[in-house]
T-cell receptor, first 113, second 114 residues
């Protein structure tokens, strides 16, 4: 079983739609959670952190359910520029107290006019 | 805005040849990471440096891959000999002190092994 699992998509949605992505993780000791965005043939970039209380950044809302080991990302009023792959990322600690990011395979979003 | 630099951007090599990739992290970032990303998958950590020391290389195929960061600044990742299955994007990232959660990625080196 992969440590971080995501639906690969693609999610094809019209402009203005609301779309939600889900992600599950296997390590109950994972400490921190993030969403990264990766445009086609580009490098990943941090989109937002995910907190237990949920957090919102403009049209983007991220939520964490520790009991179910489940993370979500909601995008409202989708724009053409939101088309990208969204990577669910979990932070684990390993010996020596160092952090290690574990990336999911990503969910591809295509927003069309 | 400071960026992570990588070179070359693209590399085509024949199997059994040696290849090397270079990375220059953002100034002041003590932690440097090398990832491999196969098409359709997320980045997978190969090696992590704290200054000049390796803190995690558990996923690095050590029979053919090596990485160094001699002066704790720029880094080189080498593959010798390259195999067809090594074709992938090799991404370098760095993170600021006290915030290793936010990693800044370079543009990557796309390797094709023929």
């Amino acid at each position: 079983r992969k440590e971080v699992e995501q639906d690969p998509g693609p999610f094809n949605v019209p402009e203005g739609a609301t779309v939600a992505f889900n992600c599950t993780y296997s390590n109950s000791a994972s400490q921190s959670f993030f969403w990264y965005r990766q445009d086609c043939r580009k490098e990943p970039k941090l989109l937002m952190s995910v907190y237990s209380s949920g957090n919102e950044d403009g049209r983007f809302t991220a939520q964490l359910n520790r009991a179910s080991q489940y993370i979500s990302l909601l995008i409202r009023d989708s724009k053409l520029s939101d088309s990208a792959t969204y990577l669910c990322v979990v932070n684990d600690m390993f010996s020596g107290g160092y952090n290690k990011l574990i990336f999911g395979a990503g969910t591809r979003l295509a927003v069309h006019p | 805005e400071a960026e992570v630099a990588q070179s070359p951007r693209y590399k085509i090599t024949e199997k059994s040849q040696a290849v090397a990739f270079w990375c220059d992290p953002i100034s002041g970032h003590a932690t440097l990471y090398w990832y491999r990303q196969i098409l359709g998958q997320g980045p997978e950590l190969l090696v992590q440096f704290q200054d000049e020391s390796v803190v995690d290389d558990s996923q690095l195929p050590k029979d053919r891959f090596s990485a160094e960061r001699l002066k704790g600044v720029d880094s080189t990742l080498k593959i010798q000999p390259a195999e067809l299955g090594d074709s992938a994007m090799y991404l370098c990232a760095s993170s600021p002190p006290h915030n290793s959660y936010e990693q800044y990625f370079g543009p990557g080196t796309r390797l094709t092994v023929t």
